[in-house]
């Protein structure tokens, strides 16, 4: 649509104050959501669109593979409606279904800095440079162990890795560590 980079940075800024200051929150409380769903899913078209078209063609595979913790993001959203409209909480789900909520739930969290994290983990390995694609998993891994991405909380919140309930944050950093081992193994 021609915006610039500048138009980004403006929105940016505006949407993030209006956060913080709550003036997003009464304008979507202003908009009723049958005329605001249509407005998200159109911009979010256009950022998918966007992101395609402004990345080089051979990074195509790079930008998919960040779209992954979104859609986990969408689908533990609607998730949660079915289960509020059945009166179930996780805990009551079967085992099985539990640890999938689970997986999604680290999936989602942090999802914004996972994608740009794996696109770009990716996108280096397409331009045969493993070394920063190498740093990008060490760099996951780091955040993963104080749940800045992934993090175990359904809520997202961060914690110290020492003070968490369970180790899956560990496990986790440990698969990231493991992947840059042998990200800095191919360049050799």
Avoid at 52 to 66: D, G, M, T
Avoid at 150 to 169: F, M
């Amino acid at each position: 649509m021609g915006a610039t980079w500048r138009y980004t940075l403006a929105t940016g800024l505006l949407i993030g104050v209006g956060s913080a200051i709550g003036l997003m929150s009464l304008f979507v409380s202003l908009i009723p959501r049958a005329v605001i769903a249509p407005i998200f899913i159109f911009i979010g078209f256009e950022i998918i669109h966007q992101a395609y078209k402004e990345s080089p063609p051979s990074h195509s595979p790079a930008v998919s593979l960040s779209f992954l913790p979104v859609i986990a993001s969408l689908v533990l959203i609607i998730l949660a409606q079915f289960l509020g409209a059945l009166n179930l909480t996780p805990d009551k789900l079967p085992l099985r279904l539990q640890h999938l909520h689970q997986t999604l739930t680290m999936l989602a969290n942090g999802f914004i800095l996972t994608g740009l994290l794996w696109g770009s983990m990716l996108a280096f390995l397409i331009d045969h440079r493993a070394k920063l694609a190498a740093l990008c998993a060490a760099l996951c891994a780091w955040l993963t162990l104080f749940g800045v991405i992934h993090s175990i909380l359904p809520t997202g919140e961060l914690y110290l890795p020492w003070q968490a309930a369970v180790n899956a944050h560990y496990m986790l950093a440990l698969a990231y560590l493991a992947l840059a081992g042998i990200l800095l193994l191919l360049t050799e």
